[in-house]
């Protein structure tokens, strides 16, 4: 159903694809946007070992998108080197396909959206936090991408270390 990769040597392990998932500060996610066009968007986001969860408005472009289909990709890059020299990036990557759903559990929301912000503001307090998330709990909606095939690459320079 996915393609395999062309050039496997560059593959990264899935271990390394679940490391750098949980280490990126961002990631780019994909949808079927309006008229056709794809609907790339930077995003934080939270990964658990299992699941990828973003926050964002209860309407916009990603909703309207999501419920055209649910279908998506996820790019988060762990490394970007520019190397002048070789004209070339030294790069590490990681792609996510899967299925977007809304969070509807409330349990779920509340513990990821706390997980999130724990993980974009680790020296604040679990009251600052607290306060930050109940100041926009009513215009909140959690969404979880569900995935289906994850696959990593890196540059060759990288996998010769």
Not at 37 to 48: E, R, T
Not at 74 to 86: A, H, L, M, R
Not at 104 to 126: F, G, M
Request: with cysteine; proline share 4%.
């Amino acid at each position: 159903m996915f393609r395999e990769m062309r050039r496997k040597k560059q593959a990264l392990k899935r271990s390394e694809c679940d490391d750098l998932l949980c280490r990126g500060s961002y990631g780019v996610l994909a949808l079927h946007g309006d008229v056709g066009y794809p609907y790339a968007i930077p995003l934080s986001y939270f990964y658990d070992g299992k699941n990828i969860y973003f926050h964002c408005a209860k309407s916009g472009h990603k909703l309207d998108a999501l419920q055209n289909s649910p279908k998506a990709s996820f790019c988060v890059v762990g490394k970007d080197q520019i190397v002048p020299e070789e004209y070339t990036t030294y790069f590490s990557s990681v792609i996510v396909f899967g299925k977007v759903y809304i969070v509807t559990d409330e349990q779920e929301k509340r513990r990821y959206i706390d997980k999130l912000a724990l993980k974009y503001a680790p020296n604040s307090s679990a009251a600052d936090r607290k306060r930050a998330v109940e100041r926009e709990w009513t215009h909140l909606c959690m969404l979880k991408l569900l995935p289906e095939h994850i696959t990593g690459k890196q540059a060759i320079e990288l996998t010769k270390r």
